[in-house]
């Protein structure tokens, strides 16, 4: 294989446009006859986290597992695309040692911008008091310091974003 199978992780808030942005840009990279498999931090949740909750210890086994999960992908020739929440930056600090090379994508939108999108009701829940240890309400969530890619998708098209991050992944050399 010419190109290398890197792991592009997509972190930002729930409602910023992760599975979205994973899943055109999978599409994309499809399109340009690479191997790619997008990793959705819910239906990973339902599939390989049951019995977790969302205590900081709990994430971070979550994240553990995605990230063994990512490596066989990657060391198999194709590429994970991760969209996931993954609030704390010692996580995100953790799949980069482990997954190399590892591509960190903020799909930086502000929180009222989500809570106003907020697609799945669960900003509404969480200010009810009915979803503890919400990112963004009552947890933190900590932006990347030094991301590769930063899609603000409360400005950008997915088309555009897309395009910004097929760009940086050329700039990287990571693609042809």
Same mark, same amino acid.
């Given at each position: 294989?010419?190109?290398?199978?890197?792991?592009?992780?997509?972190?930002?808030y729930? $409602?910023?446009?992760?599975?979205?942005?994973?899943?055109?840009?999978?599409?994309?990279?499809?399109?340009? $006859?690479?191997?790619?498999?997008?990793?959705?931090?819910?239906?990973?949740?339902a599939?390989?986290?049951?019995?977790?909750?969302?205590s900081?210890?709990?994430?971070?086994?979550?994240i553990?597992?995605?990230?063994?999960?990512?490596?066989?992908?990657?060391?198999?020739?194709?590429?994970?695309?991760?969209?996931?929440?993954?609030?704390y930056?010692?996580?995100?600090?953790?799949?980069?040692?482990?997954?190399?090379?590892?591509?960190?994508?903020?799909?930086?939108?502000?929180?009222?911008?989500?809570?106003?999108?907020?697609?799945?009701?669960?900003?509404?829940?969480?200010r009810?008091?009915?979803?503890?240890?919400?990112?963004?309400?009552?947890?933190?969530?900590?932006?990347?310091?030094?991301?590769?890619?930063?899609?603000?998708?409360d400005?950008?098209?997915?088309?555009?974003?897309?395009?910004?991050?097929?760009?940086?992944?050329?700039?990287?050399?990571?693609?042809?």
């Open positions: 294989m010419s190109e290398h199978a890197f792991t592009l992780w997509l972190t930002g729930s $409602g910023a446009g992760k599975t979205t942005m994973a899943h055109a840009i999978a599409a994309s990279l499809r399109s340009h $006859g690479r191997r790619v498999e997008c990793l959705d931090g819910d239906e990973l949740r599939a390989i986290g049951r019995g977790l909750g969302f900081r210890e709990d994430r971070m086994e979550n553990r597992r995605i990230v063994y999960i990512s490596g066989l992908l990657a060391r198999n020739g194709i590429i994970p695309i991760v969209s996931v929440i993954s609030p930056r010692d996580m995100r600090a953790y799949a980069r040692e482990q997954l190399a090379p590892f591509i960190e994508l903020f799909v930086d939108c502000p929180l009222d911008e989500c809570e106003r999108r907020d697609p799945k009701g669960l900003y509404a829940r969480a009810q008091g009915a979803i503890p240890m919400f990112t963004g309400v009552s947890d933190v969530y900590e932006p990347p310091e030094a991301p590769e890619i930063v899609l603000p998708t400005r950008c098209s997915v088309e555009e974003g897309v395009q910004l991050a097929l760009n940086r992944l050329k700039d990287l050399s990571l693609l042809t």
